[in-house]
């Protein structure tokens, strides 16, 4: 049974513990109490666990009987050596007797007459002490130890090791005997496990009785045994140290925490318990150090948060934890890092993570030493160095594993997309082959390792779920799912679908689906798919949607919900609704949606439902100050700043020079670029724009060096000039605009001014086809710069070559 903390256990045990110690010893110094307490429960779960014992049964600190925690046993003793004589000493469990030691059994502690077990001696037949166990685990007591005659436990070992393997030296073994079983007891004990079961040496270690046994492997195997061999983990394969025995056998430290994983009361992930909740639950780690209750206050920056290390001082965040600040090796950097064991050089934390080809094996790998533009890999950086082979492929690798990162791969691959009789879907072989053959196969084995993206791929592995995005849309929408949905299309399993327009519609059918009027309910779907949604396609045109056309559609329909439901609360709808009535509901300090709403009035109003009015926000021009130096300025500082990326100095070009948003400038392909060796053009409207140095430079490196956050899916084939995060999609228009902003641009209001001047130089009908933009909006522009076009025809009949050259010559003036 699990006593529930009070929040005082929680919050602060100590001042429990000092409050309950002075009530029995007044005269003790609170200061003093304290320092005791904290040397003797230095963690946070040990004073807590102490402080509930000690609410629980307070008496102990005057009677000193168990059972208690250890932890209350050693205070009682240390409050006695500060002076407490108030406080009693720990008794003996059995006898009573006060105690400045003790043995503990369970929760209860005896002296040393009555805390250790006794036993029938297998010589003498007494009921004693045990002093030492035989070869057979039999009982010896002290007067009857075991005989003379036992071979010395070095020299059982030697003969053991010999016949294995005869040329190790003698010195180097006897020393690691002693090494791996520095006490007489573990030397026995490791000697009557190789006598009995010499295999253990050859492989099957994971058996060893003792962990003696694993210490000696590993040093004779560093003394270049080849015939002591390292066992594996009979969990997972792998080559790695064995730490605990389940089930017979010993385990890595992973295999283990996947044998101890429960499923945690609070969020509902299934992992190792790191502890448990009042309840008796289990609660994973992350939600142990999330818990309020457990965070503390930052010594650095004063905020409440998880705490990361302790100092002298008091705690740290992990946002404040100091570290160590080196000059990177590689990038020349200056940033936190670590001294790299295979070069003894220092690296950056981002440089030990990062991945490229290697120069000298043409393998994309972890980088380990040169510089950025020439890596190297570990294999090529220390080709002198202690390799293994795995044995699927004979790849060199510096892990003890039996298999490499890519042969693992594909045994996980075979058994996810394998079906019950071995086959693999032929939709899902192109999935296959792309996921083996993948420059990155560590990153693919995290991914497919996930829970939800394994089970989904089984399930169209083995025809559970049909492949295709009517069946993925039944599953929950989630991160996960449409990362596996990118890279299903870019692979080629699935067909290509406009993602947003498919969730818009899930969306409206499940917003509506909620309605309790079917009147209503009949009336929102013919107005949110049967207008917003054909408006959009239509507008479109087979492109597709972007992300801030969904959310204007998701206002829209909002709006026209939150309007019905104020005019339903008032038994109205919008036939016997008067103008009045409107004007109310946009005049209320709590009404919502008001802009958007007018859409869904004047839509209704259209289609003869209602008689009411809403005229709509007229656009005048640009609310700001329209900055015209501060553009080229900033143009300025992209064209020739060459330590902002090239994506992001082109995309802020965009905007500032050619008035893109940032949709449409995240939606351009490579076939929107036409390069030769004189020029290159870029088609953002009906005719391409030819552009001006240095930004076609700019443009040139782009193509030739652009790259996504993807590591699935698509490697390097991206059409887009903008490769997203998800495999075969482009960036966002949001985490464009994000990256812009962190540029110093406002892309509304530089588009805007860019617009201005553009439209102060080009005519509209110009405008509107070089731009991409409509006619009536080029108009529009030109009447607020009051840009002047008599003579404009004169000149655009003297040009000889494209009419949009000019508008380049005026760009090239201002650089």
């Known amino acids: 049974m699990v006593t529930a903390q009070t929040p005082d256990v929680l919050t602060d045990p100590v001042g429990v513990i000092v409050d309950l110690v002075a009530g029995v010893q007044p005269g003790l110094d609170r200061t003093h109490i304290t320092e005791v307490v904290a040397g003797m429960a230095g963690g946070r779960a040990k004073r807590r666990r102490l402080a509930q014992a000690l609410l629980a049964r307070s008496a102990i600190l005057t009677d000193g009987r168990s059972p208690a925690p250890e932890a209350a046993g050693k205070l009682l003793t240390a409050l006695r050596e500060a002076g407490a004589v108030g406080i009693s000493a720990p008794v003996c469990a059995e006898c009573g007797k006060a105690l400045r030691a003790f043995q503990r059994r369970g929760q209860d502690w005896y002296c040393g007459a009555h805390?250790?077990?006794?036993?029938?001696?297998?010589?003498?037949?007494?009921?004693?002490?045990?002093?030492?166990?035989?070869?057979?685990?039999?009982?010896?007591?002290?007067?009857?130890?075991?005989?003379?005659?036992?071979?010395?436990?070095?020299?059982?070992?030697?003969?053991?090791?010999?016949?294995?393997?005869?040329?190790?030296?003698?010195?180097?073994?006897?020393?690691?005997?002693?090494?791996?079983?520095?006490?007489?007891?573990?030397?026995?004990?490791?000697?009557?496990?190789?006598?009995?079961?010499?295999?253990?040496?050859?492989?099957?270690?994971?058996?060893?009785?003792?962990?003696?046994?694993?210490?000696?492997?590993?040093?004779?195997?560093?003394?270049?045994?080849?015939?002591?061999?390292?066992?594996?983990?009979?969990?997972?394969?792998?080559?790695?140290?064995?730490?605990?025995?389940?089930?017979?056998?010993?385990?890595?430290?992973?295999?283990?925490?996947?044998?101890?994983?429960?499923?945690?009361?609070?969020?509902?992930?299934?992992?190792?318990?790191?502890?448990?909740?009042?309840?008796?639950?289990?609660?994973?780690?992350?939600?142990?150090?999330?818990?309020?209750?457990?965070?503390?206050?930052?010594?650095?920056?004063?905020?409440?948060?998880?705490?990361?290390?302790?100092?002298?001082?008091?705690?740290?965040?992990?946002?404040?934890?100091?570290?160590?600040?080196?000059?990177?090796?590689?990038?020349?950097?200056?940033?936190?890092?670590?001294?790299?064991?295979?070069?003894?050089?220092?690296?950056?934390?981002?440089?030990?993570?990062?991945?490229?080809?290697?120069?000298?094996?043409?393998?994309?790998?972890?980088?380990?030493?040169?510089?950025?533009?020439?890596?190297?890999?570990?294999?090529?950086?220390?080709?002198?160095?202690?390799?293994?082979?795995?044995?699927?492929?004979?790849?060199?690798?510096?892990?003890?594993?039996?298999?490499?990162?890519?042969?693992?791969?594909?045994?996980?691959?075979?058994?996810?997309?394998?079906?019950?009789?071995?086959?693999?879907?032929?939709?899902?072989?192109?999935?296959?082959?792309?996921?083996?053959?993948?420059?990155?196969?560590?990153?693919?084995?995290?991914?497919?390792?996930?829970?939800?993206?394994?089970?989904?791929?089984?399930?169209?592995?083995?025809?559970?779920?049909?492949?295709?995005?009517?069946?993925?849309?039944?599953?929950?929408?989630?991160?996960?799912?449409?990362?596996?949905?990118?890279?299903?299309?870019?692979?080629?399993?699935?067909?290509?679908?406009?993602?947003?327009?498919?969730?818009?519609?899930?969306?409206?059918?499940?917003?509506?689906?909620?309605?309790?009027?079917p009147e209503q309910r009949a009336l929102l779907h013919r107005y949110a798919i049967w207008h917003t949604v054909h408006r959009l396609r239509r507008r479109n045109n087979g492109r597709d949607a972007t992300q801030s056309q969904i959310t204007g559609i998701q206002q829209q329909v909002r709006a026209a919900i939150t309007l019905l439901d104020w005019l339903t609360a008032r038994h109205l709808d919008l036939a016997s609704a008067g103008q009045g009535d409107l004007d109310t509901w946009l005049a209320s300090e709590h009404t919502t949606h008001r802009r958007d709403a007018g859409h869904f009035v004047r839509w209704a109003k259209r289609q003869k439902l209602t008689s009411l009015q809403f005229a709509a926000t007229k656009w005048d021009g640009p609310s700001r100050v329209i900055d015209t130096e501060a553009r080229w300025q900033q143009a300025r500082r992209l064209l020739h700043d060459d330590s902002i990326k090239p994506d992001d100095r082109v995309a802020g070009l965009l905007v500032l020079l050619y008035a893109q948003w940032p949709a449409t400038i995240s939606r351009l392909t490579v076939e929107h670029v036409h390069t030769d060796e004189h020029q290159v053009r870029l088609r953002l409207g009906r005719e391409p724009i030819v552009l001006p140095g240095p930004l076609d430079a700019l443009v040139r490196e782009l193509i030739t060096s652009r790259h996504g956050h993807a590591s699935l899916g698509d490697q390097g084939t991206s059409r887009w000039l903008f490769p997203g995060g998800r495999p075969g999609q482009p960036i966002s228009a949001d985490r464009l605009g994000e990256r812009l902003h962190q540029l110093g641009l406002r892309p509304g209001q530089d588009r805007s001014t860019a617009l201005f001047g553009l439209a102060t130089e080009l005519p509209a009908a110009l405008l509107a086809r070089l731009l991409g933009i409509h006619i009536s909006v080029a108009v529009t522009w030109q009447r607020l710069s009051s840009g002047d076009w008599t003579s404009y025809a004169a000149d655009y009949s003297r040009r000889q070559t494209n009419p949009n050259e000019g508008a380049s010559e005026e760009l090239d003036d201002h650089f």
């Open 115 to 517: 805390g250790p077990q006794r036993a029938a001696c297998t010589v003498c037949g007494k009921l004693r002490l045990v002093s030492v166990r035989d070869q057979r685990q039999r009982p010896h007591c002290w007067q009857c130890p075991l005989a003379d005659d036992e071979q010395d436990p070095i020299h059982v070992v030697l003969e053991v090791v010999a016949r294995i393997d005869p040329l190790l030296d003698v010195e180097a073994v006897q020393a690691s005997v002693r090494a791996a079983a520095p006490q007489s007891g573990q030397r026995r004990r490791l000697a009557w496990a190789v006598e009995d079961h010499p295999e253990l040496l050859t492989g099957a270690g994971a058996q060893a009785p003792v962990p003696a046994v694993l210490r000696l492997i590993d040093m004779l195997a560093e003394h270049g045994s080849g015939r002591i061999v390292r066992p594996p983990c009979p969990g997972c394969g792998r080559i790695i140290a064995l730490v605990k025995p389940r089930d017979g056998v010993r385990l890595c430290r992973n295999c283990v925490a996947k044998s101890r994983a429960q499923t945690c009361a609070r969020c509902g992930v299934h992992r190792e318990a790191a502890t448990r909740d009042q309840q008796g639950r289990a609660l994973c780690p992350n939600c142990l150090i999330t818990d309020p209750a457990n965070q503390e206050v930052c010594l650095s920056c004063g905020r409440r948060r998880p705490v990361s290390v302790r100092t002298a001082v008091g705690p740290l965040c992990p946002s404040c934890r100091p570290s160590a600040t080196l000059a990177c090796s590689i990038c020349r950097r200056t940033a936190p890092g670590v001294i790299s064991n295979l070069t003894g050089q220092p690296c950056c934390h981002a440089c030990m993570k990062r991945r490229a080809r290697c120069v000298g094996c043409g393998n994309v790998r972890l980088v380990r030493s040169g510089t950025r533009a020439q890596p190297l890999c570990g294999s090529c950086t220390r080709p002198d160095a202690v390799w293994h082979a795995c044995p699927g492929c004979g790849q060199h690798t510096q892990h003890r594993s039996r298999r490499c990162a890519r042969c693992d791969l594909r045994r996980r691959l075979g058994e996810l997309l394998r079906d019950d009789a071995g086959q693999i879907h032929p939709q899902l072989q192109v999935l296959h082959d792309n996921l083996a053959d993948h420059d990155r196969p560590e990153t693919v084995l995290v991914w497919l390792n996930k829970h939800t993206a394994s089970a989904i791929v089984r399930e169209l592995a083995t025809g559970q779920r049909a492949l295709t995005h009517a069946a993925l849309d039944e599953l929950p929408d989630a991160k996960p799912l449409r990362h596996l949905r990118s890279v299903l299309v870019a692979t080629g399993a699935l067909p290509a679908r406009d993602e947003h327009l498919a969730r818009l519609e899930q969306w409206i059918t499940v917003t509506l689906a909620g309605r309790a009027d």
